[in-house]
């Protein structure tokens, strides 16, 4: 079996800084796409989920072998851990849907958390150092990442996923 490896670029064409996110992962969810799994045989089909903020336009998506498809999209509910620095505010890994499901603080809390308009921002209600559980749904683009059965006669092969995007 083979690792599946993904590389994302993010930028804009002109090289100005947006603000934008713009992440993927191969779904290793147990009950995903992939059923758990993360390394593949030759042959077989990998599910991708690209995360991306509304202001992001996925501009292009090319892999190094095999072929590199939009499937749709999934919800897929998220749970991470927040950390507060000396501060307010903290940052998720992957753009909300909508607000936080469920909050454990881990030690002190901060009090209610509020996500805020580029939905990848959470505010506290007082500034501090701690640290918070979250669980909340994420929209998922969902790429389908098929590969030959060999490449060049081998069997055991890496793949480069790349998915390209630019902020508004």
């Not at 089909?45 to 499937?71: E, F, M, P, R, W």
């Not at 936080?100 to 921002?121: F, M, N, P």
């Amino acid at each position: 079996m083979a690792n599946a490896t993904i590389r994302v670029q993010f930028g804009n064409p002109d090289g100005t800084g947006s603000d934008g996110h713009l992440s993927a992962e191969v779904d290793t969810r147990p009950d995903g796409l992939n059923g758990g799994r993360s390394a593949f045989n030759p042959g077989e089909t990998a599910y991708i989920l690209v995360y991306k903020t509304d202001n992001v336009t996925i501009t292009d998506a090319i892999c190094s072998a095999g072929s590199l498809s939009a499937q749709g999209s999934a919800v897929v509910t998220v749970t991470e851990e927040l950390m507060f620095e000396d501060s307010d505010t903290a940052t998720l890994p992957k753009p909300a849907r909508s607000g936080l499901s469920q909050t454990v603080w881990y030690g002190r809390s901060l009090g209610g958390l509020t996500l805020q308009s580029d939905k990848i921002t959470v505010k506290a209600q007082v500034k501090g150092v701690a640290v918070a559980k979250v669980t909340y749904d994420a929209q998922a683009l969902v790429y389908a990442l098929s590969s030959p059965a060999t490449l060049n006669g081998e069997t055991d092969f890496s793949i480069l996923a790349l998915i390209k995007g630019v902020a508004s």
